[in-house]
């Protein structure tokens, strides 16, 4: 049974950082692209940023410079490592792993963690 549980979250204040770790289990976790979305309220959940098995990512532009994504394959677990966060970086942020996928697929599919509250606010 494959599950991915999200780790992380927070509140925080303009400018501040925050680590977000999804740990996976059930996989084989060196084969699937990792990825990030988030879901801001009222809003449709977006791609923030993606990372292939053979580790090529992408991002999405507003996160670009401040937002890193990785992966430990020994540890089964990725990544989302959250500088300069802004008051628009407020959502609930989501895992999802795909085998053999690539870092941002038209249609994302695959396993889903349950979301972690990231909020941004002084």
């Known amino acids: 049974q494959v599950q991915l549980v999200e780790s992380g979250g927070g509140l925080v204040q303009p400018g501040e950082s925050l680590r977000l770790s999804c740990a996976a289990s059930g996989i084989t976790f060196s084969t699937h692209a990792v990825r990030w979305y988030r879901q801001a309220p009222g809003k449709e959940r977006a791609f923030v940023a993606g990372m292939t098995a053979s580790s090529i990512t992408l991002y999405t532009e507003s996160v670009k410079g401040r937002f890193t994504i990785s992966r430990d394959n020994a540890k089964n677990t990725m990544y989302l490592q959250m500088n300069s966060l802004r008051p628009e970086d407020t959502a609930v942020y989501y895992c999802?792993?795909?085998?053999?996928?690539?870092?941002?697929?038209?249609?994302?599919?695959?396993?889903w963690g349950q979301g972690t509250q990231v909020t941004v606010s002084s």
């Open positions: 999802n792993s795909e085998m053999y996928g690539s870092a941002c697929p038209p249609v994302p599919r695959g396993s």
